[in-house]
């Protein structure tokens, strides 16, 4: 199973980007997928998370700017980020729970993509 990363990359601060996960690979379901970042120097910490129903749980950190959504047709994750801030700089991994098609669970991490917000 591979998780590929897109839509990071430089903003000012104020501004937008919308990245996206997708899972690919020997996959029969997925139940949670989510998003965690990694500022330079700092541990990993989660962002938001979304279940296959569509219940979203946000760090308190980006309520209010940052929307988690997910389209299960195409076993993919969208996070959108608006008024975005200079500490919201950080590598973005997305993360799924994946059922494979051996129905065995394991939860997966994708590379991780920059997101830079200048000030």
């Known amino acids: 199973v591979q998780l590929v990363e897109s839509g990071g990359g430089l903003v000012q601060a104020g501004g937008s980007l919308r990245l996206s996960c997708a899972a690919s690979?020997?996959?029969?379901?997925?139940?949670?997928m989510g998003w965690h970042r990694q500022a330079l120097g700092k541990q990993r910490e989660p962002v938001a998370s979304?279940?296959?129903?569509?219940?979203?749980n946000y760090a308190d950190s980006v309520k209010g700017r940052f929307t988690i959504s997910r389209d299960n047709t195409k076993n993919t994750v969208y996070l959108q980020m608006n008024n975005l801030k200079p500490e919201d700089t950080a590598v973005y991994y997305c993360?799924?729970?994946?059922?494979?098609?051996?129905?065995?669970?394991?939860?997966?991490w994708g590379q991780g993509t920059q997101v830079t917000v200048s000030s």
């Open positions: 993360t799924a729970g994946v059922v494979l098609t051996s129905r065995s669970s394991t939860n997966f």
């Open positions: 690979g020997s996959i029969f379901s997925i139940n949670d």
């Open positions: 979304i279940s296959t129903g569509g219940s979203t």
